[in-house]
């Protein structure tokens, strides 16, 4: 607790006053007016020095019951007699700053996770929550209280892409809930900062919990989900947040197990407040108190039947801030005797103190955040940062042998939907900038100027008619090398509502890409292949947010290049790895099936059958999997003792080499397997990984502890517990899937664990 430094006559007497004007409704006191020149003097809860509680106590006991309502949903008008400004909470972050000033434009979380690089993600968000300070400094100096302007940012994404269809999926970092975990935690690290005394900003982790589509009726979706299920993927990276003392939680749209999780006794109170201690606010997603009273056969949950209602319970509930305007109806909830002005007050503190903690009632210079300027927004050093995100999170897939290419080839030959396209470097939830750096932008400034450079869109992105005479396929017979730039952008997959060339509210429900871009690669492959004694390379890069049907292109290109959507110095990331100054390391955060065939029922939260831990069918691309432009070999696996306790810990030592002859990362990964297990466990899981970089003909020796919970399994009923029995430890560049080594990925080490 922070040390008073005011007489106690200043700070007891206020209180005792407005506290006891409040208890008789006497609004005498409300109507005080305090000067902008002795506003930090006058009222305690500006004082910087009380703790928060005390400040907390302070504001709340100063302000009449539709202040005080005023001030839980996102968008809160301006108390003018106390000083206090308009604040918006509702703020982006995902990747950059979003849907406000210039900002730097990072790639979409789903690259992020790709990188497999907890360092990375934190050095990213730290960036991004330089950005946010300083954009947020320069317009409240202006008197710009607009939404996306604040410090709150409803990030990161944790929910599990346990389904390539859900069009969301982009927003998060895969499949993986170890891999989420670790990815979350840096993110919030680095959103929050490390201040004793005030958050850099406010993270918040979403959406609580079992939410990951489909988008066309999560506002009355039930999720069903076994106890195993729900403690073994869905909320670990929830979890793992909390322990990072994430600032904030989003409840879901959607019902889990028959509860709305807005409303969600057994995810808010037993769990969320109860099990895991969580001190941070509560809010809604945005309209999901509408969700309460509109009945099924209107889309809604139909769990109460008026706004004031759904108001009442998502109060009682435990949530303190609504997106949304439901709690207007707060009032009416209180005069009809739903709720009590206590229950008011309680939400009310919650969500108060991290405004507290992020310094927006402390005189300005009072946290060293207050200095950052401008300078950082989108500056060179977070370009650069930008640029390494995206080259890290690219992932080949495919190479005979063609890449990396020359940049002083005759002629080159860029064509497809997404070569000059902008909106794939942006995914969703952006920010912009005034240099963006399309595909076509960077190979252009890649390649020397004596190199002749032929652009033809050749395709639409999504052209259900019949084509047109085209004259761009002539040019793949007569380049050095055709680079097409295929796959899908914002329009066809994310939000509902925001993709607005997807009949499907936004999911993927065709696995395929458009009929009208392999139609295009055939045709391409086709001229490219007419003089058999000089046949051309295609080289195909292909942009996109989560798995899709590849197979066609994987037998027609020569070399595939997923990019995901890359941020505002994409192209020239992209074209760092078609032309070999950087070596591709990005892996793959989720598996591709070959078909949804091979998938349970989208609607389907039963994790059996899904994500590379319980498919057992054969994949097109496997978890994990990336190629590189130089080879490594895993060798002299080792570990302290193949016999252990359920307490021991065990270190696990391999010894990783470049066996090529170029410079690359390589992301070392260690997955274990119970053999023996009494319920149904994981084929294997990720429970370690870590990013090196090693030169031509060097070697590194790694170390690796696995601890007693990486041993343990989760129970029907969702309870944890180590079984003894063998288990096996495998480390490599890929996951243990099924095809990994048929594709190119180096041969992983294994040992065997007894567990007595």
């Not at 197990?257 to 409303?263: L, T, V």
């Not at 005979?400 to 997404?418: A, M, R």
Request: some cysteine; overall charge negative; proline content about 5%.
């Amino acid at each position: 607790m922070r040390k008073r430094i005011f007489p106690a006559t200043l700070i007891i007497l206020p209180l005792l006053i407005f506290i006891s004007c409040n208890n008789k409704n006497d609004n005498t006191s409300q109507s005080e007016t305090i000067s902008s020149s002795n506003v930090y003097d006058s009222l305690p809860f500006y004082n910087p020095s009380l703790s928060i509680d005390e400040r907390v106590e302070d504001l709340i006991s100063r302000l009449t019951v539709e202040e005080k309502i005023s001030q839980m949903m996102n968008g809160t008008p301006s108390i003018e007699r106390l000083q206090i400004p308009p604040y918006d909470y509702w703020n982006e972050a995902l990747h950059g700053v979003g849907r406000t000033c210039a900002a730097t434009i990072f790639p979409q979380a789903i690259g992020i996770g790709a990188t497999f690089d907890a360092d990375l993600a934190f050095r990213v968000s730290s960036a991004i929550s330089d950005e946010a300070r300083a954009i947020y400094n320069a317009t409240s100096e202006k008197g710009f209280h607009l939404q996306y302007n604040g410090l709150t940012f409803w990030t990161p994404n944790i929910n599990i892409f346990r389904d390539p269809r859900w069009g969301r999926g982009q927003e998060t970092y895969g499949e993986d809930p170890y891999l989420t975990s670790i990815l979350g935690v840096a993110f919030v690290e680095g959103l929050q900062g490390d201040n004793p005394d005030y958050l850099k900003t406010a993270a918040c982790a979403k959406h609580f919990a079992v939410h990951s589509g489909p988008e066309q009726v999560r506002h009355e979706f039930n999720a069903e989900v076994s106890q195993k299920d729900l403690w073994e993927t869905y909320l670990p990276a929830f979890k793992a947040l909390v322990n990072a003392n994430v600032e904030s939680v989003m409840c879901a749209y959607n019902r889990t197990n028959g509860e709305p999780c807005c409303s969600s006794n057994y995810l808010i109170t037993e769990v969320l407040r109860n099990k895991w201690d969580f001190k941070g606010h509560v809010l809604t997603d945005c309209g999901a108190l509408e969700d309460f009273y509109k009945q099924a056969n209107e889309g809604g949950h139909g769990v109460v039947d008026t706004p004031v209602q759904a108001a009442a319970l998502a109060l009682k509930s435990g949530v303190s801030l609504n997106c949304g305007v439901v709690y207007e109806q707060l009032l009416d909830a209180l005069k009809e005797g739903l709720i009590t002005e206590q229950d008011i007050d309680t939400q009310l503190a919650i969500l108060l103190k991290t405004r507290f903690k992020l310094g927006l009632f402390d005189p300005k210079g009072s946290n060293p955040y207050d200095a950052i300027s401008m300078d950082v927004v989108n500056g060179e050093t977070n370009r650069a940062l930008a640029k390494e995100a995206a080259q890290k999170s690219m992932v080949l897939l495919k190479n005979n042998g063609i890449l990396p290419l020359k940049n002083d080839l005759s002629k080159y030959f860029v064509t497809g939907p997404n070569a000059s396209n902008i909106e794939v470097l942006l995914g969703n939830y952006y920010g912009v900038n005034s240099n963006m750096v399309t595909i076509l932008e960077g190979i252009s400034a890649a390649i020397l100027p004596t190199s002749q450079l032929q652009y033809r869109l050749g395709a639409m992105l999504n052209q259900k008619s019949i084509n047109p005479i085209n004259y761009a396929i002539g040019h793949a017979g007569s380049s050095d090398v055709t680079i097409v730039v295929l796959g899908l952008s914002s329009t066809l997959q994310g939000e509902e509502g925001d993709s607005i060339d997807s009949s499907t509210a936004g999911d993927r429900l065709d696995y395929d890409l458009p009929k009208n871009q392999v139609d295009y690669l055939k045709q391409l492959r086709e001229t490219a292949d007419k003089n058999p004694e000089d046949k051309k390379p295609i080289v195909a890069v292909i942009t996109g947010g989560s798995p899709m049907n590849l197979a066609e292109v994987q037998e027609l290109a020569d070399a595939v290049l997923l990019v995901w959507y890359p941020g505002e110095e994409g192209g020239t990331a992209v074209a760092d790895i078609l032309f070999g100054n950087v070596s591709p390391s990005g892996r793959l955060p989720i598996t591709f099936p070959k078909s949804l065939d091979q998938l349970p029922a989208f609607d389907d939260y039963s994790m059996k059958g899904r994500t590379y831990k319980y498919m057992n069918e054969e994949p097109l691309y496997p978890f994990g999997f990336g190629l590189s432009y130089t080879s490594f070999t895993y060798s002299d696996i080792k570990v302290t003792n193949k016999t252990i306790s359920k307490s021991d810990t065990v270190k696990v030592q391999v010894k990783v080499m470049n066996s090529g002859k170029v410079k690359s990362d390589e992301v070392v990964q260690i997955y274990i397997s119970d053999v023996q297990a009494s319920v149904t466990v994981p084929n294997f899981q990720l429970i370690n990984t870590k990013r090196v970089t090693l030169e031509p003909g060097t070697s590194q020796n790694l170390e690796f502890e696995v601890a007693p919970k990486d041993f343990e399994i989760v129970k029907e009923d969702g309870t944890r517990t180590i079984e003894a029995g063998e288990f096996k430890i495998y480390v490599g560049g890929s996951s243990p899937m099924k095809r990994s080594i048929e594709l190119g990925a180096p041969k992983m080490s294994e040992v065997l664990i007894a567990v007595k």
